[in-house]
Each structure stands twice: as structure tokens, then as C-alpha cells.
């Protein structure tokens, strides 16, 4: 089913801003910016924000196929792309 980043105390959006680094984004104001799989630093991942209308999803993208799935521009959604610390997505996610 995947890993999410699902915070308990704020929203996920907040997480994110807080404890990850802003690197791209996809469909929103018309510019792409999708950095690579492999520019992700050490003891970092990828985590995707989509919006999915009503309610948005932070997913960890623990491979390389994932990341592509989450950044396939054939995927109308908007996305913000995030790197955060392996070992804060473990307080906030299923990550192990």
C-alpha cells in the first residue's frame, strides 16, 4: 500500500514545511522541477505531497520506481516533492 507520512500533532503539510527541504514541485503555477532519484543525500528520501482535491497524501517514496510512479507528469495532480531525514520520517510514518 506504500508509507505516508501521517503526523499526530499537525498536519502533514506543517510536518513537511517544518522538518523537510523543499527541492520540486509538479503542475502547480505551470513549472515542473523534479529533481533525480539519485540527488536525494544520504539518510534522506523523497516525500511526494499530492493533492488529491480534497484532501492531500505525503508519500514516502522508499525506491526509485515509486518516486517515478509519484512523479510521472502523465499524473494530472499537483505535487510538491520534499526531502526529509529517514530518521524523522520514522516518528511520522511506517518507515522501519
Known amino acids: ?20 527541504t523543499l527541492v520540486g514541485q509538479i503542475g502547480i503555477d505551470g513549472h515542473d522541477s523534479i529533481p533525480t532519484y539519485n540527488s536525494f543525500k544520504s539518510g534522506t528520501m523523497p516525500v511526494v505531497l499530492v493533492s488529491n482535491g480534497y484532501f492531500t497524501a505525503a508519500a514516502v517514496c522508499d525506491s526509485q520506481n515509486e ?7 502523465e ?20 518507515l522501519r
Open 67 to 73: 518516486y517515478v510512479e509519484f512523479t510521472d507528469l
Open 75 to 94: 499524473d494530472g495532480r499537483d505535487r510538491i516533492i520534499f526531502s526529509v531525514d529517514v530518521e524523522k520520517l520514522k516518528t511520522v510514518s511506517d
Open 1 to 20: 500500500m506504500g508509507i505516508y507520512v501521517n503526523p499526530s500533532n499537525m498536519s502533514k503539510e506543517d510536518w513537511l514545511m517544518q522538518n523537510g
